[in-house]
């Protein structure tokens, strides 16, 4: 999944969000019982960590769903009705997540769980008029049953092309 790996790249980007540690670091930023739609929800790891902690996926879609509960729809040309937030695990291919910035975030405030090098690069320059907050998470696992982290730091990003002011950093919890 990163860029320093010799391993090959899952098929479709495929990177699973098992790691509790991610939705631990997103929930202190997230109001009670927050209605989500996961746009790029894979097989629902990221709805069912979020709907544990008393969060509501109202609409769930994906490429290549892996569940029956996710529709076969593409992010880049849906919108969601009835949410407070878009909150997903893009794919990291950069085109891709840049339009997912670009159609999500005109329509509702949207937490992306992407590499956190990306924020310090140029090709983020016209995007991160929009980034309202930053949340280190720091090195997740991707691959069930692994043992291992990958080798890329991460972090949440909240985008809202609705709302206007500073990008607010917050470190990575102990």
Same mark, same amino acid.
């Given at each position: ?38 746009? $790029?929800?894979? #097989?629902? /790891?990221?709805?069912? *960590?979020?709907?544990? !902690?008393?969060? %509501? $996926?109202?609409? #769930?879609? /994906?490429?290549?769903? *892996?569940?029956?509960? !996710?529709?076969? %729809? ?12 878009? !909150? ?87």
């Amino acid at each position: 999944m990163g860029k320093r790996s010799d391993f090959p790249r899952i098929d479709k980007d495929f990177y699973r969000t098992i790691d509790p540690r991610a939705v631990a670091a997103l929930a202190p930023y997230l109001e009670p019982k927050t209605r989500f739609c996961e746009p $790029c929800a894979g #097989a629902g /790891d990221l709805i069912d *960590q979020l709907e544990a !902690i008393g969060h %509501r $996926c109202v609409d #769930a879609w /994906d490429f290549y769903p *892996q569940r029956d509960d !996710i529709q076969d %729809r593409d992010a880049r040309h849906s919108h969601a009705d009835g949410i407070d937030r878009y !909150i997903t695990n893009p794919p990291w291919s950069i085109p891709l997540l840049h339009e997912l910035i670009e159609w999500l975030s005109a329509q509702q405030p949207t937490w992306l769980l992407f590499y956190a090098d990306w924020a310090h690069t140029k090709q983020a320059e016209p995007y991160l008029k929009y980034c309202r907050k930053i949340v280190s998470v720091g090195r997740l696992k991707w691959i069930p049953g692994t043992t291992m982290s990958g080798k890329d730091n991460c972090a949440w990003y909240l985008f809202d092309q609705n709302a206007e002011g500073q990008t607010e950093f917050f470190g990575r919890a102990a």
